[in-house]
Structure formats: C-alpha cells, structure tokens
Nanobody
Framework: QVQLVESGGGLVQAGGSLRLSCVAS??????MGWFRQAPGKEREFVAT????????SYADSVKGRFTISRDNAIHTVYLQMNSLKPEDTAVYHC???????????????WGRGTQVTVSS
C-alpha cells in the first residue's frame, strides 16, 4: 500500500491562491484524486487526473479555478487553487484510485490531509 503525504495548506484571504502537493512513497501510475472534507460534512470530490496527466475532471464548484497536475518522475500530484472562496475551507486529502470516477469508494489509499482556510 502506498503512503501519501499532503502539504501546502494554510490560511489565505478570499481571492488568494494556494498550491497543494501530494507525494507518494513509491511509484504510482494510478489515477489520483483530490477530495475535501469540511467540518460536519461528508468527504467530497474535488478533482481527479489519470495516470499520464492527459485526462482530468473537476467538481463543478471548482471548475475554472482549480487545476490538478502530476509529475510522475517525482511521484507528486498537485492542486493549484486560485480565486479561493470561504466555502473552499476544508481539509484536503489526496487519494490513489482503483479506477476512474469521482466517488471516494474508488480510493484505496488516503493521505492524512492538509488544512485550507479561506477568510472572507
């Protein structure tokens, strides 16, 4: 089982940007995804990217503002977040998927997450 470690979260004002990173302990050419979980809410899909980086998908709430990318040479997946809103506040988790899709059910390995807080 691969280990995933997220970083890059923090406190930012509305309209600001952050870039999250997710480093895998080993080589993984799986589809990878970013999910987020706000207090009292279920974990929700944010973005996903296939093994080559050639195919991506986004939740409607982040489309046009967030960009997912990956660098397989250094086992890292990124989430560039621009034009952040207070409603983006959550713990962001990356996950390794067993197939293509937007459900957390497809994830077989999770990172512990990184906190993103957007102030108004």
């Amino acid at each position: 089982q691969v280990q995933l470690v997220e970083s890059g979260g923090g406190l930012v004002q509305a309209g600001g940007s952050l870039r999250l990173s997710c480093v895998a302990s080993g080589r993984t050419l799986n589809t990878m995804g970013w999910f987020r979980q706000a207090p009292g809410k279920e974990r929700e899909f944010v973005a996903t990217i296939n093994w080559s980086g050639g195919t991506t998908s986004y939740a409607d709430s982040v489309k046009g503002r967030f960009t997912i990318s990956r660098d397989n040479a250094i086992h890292t997946v990124y989430l560039q977040m621009n034009s952040l809103k207070p409603e983006d506040t959550a713990v962001y988790h990356c996950g390794r998927a067993t197939g293509w899709g937007t459900s957390p059910i497809n994830i077989d390995s999770w990172g512990r997450g990184t906190q993103v807080t957007v102030s108004s």
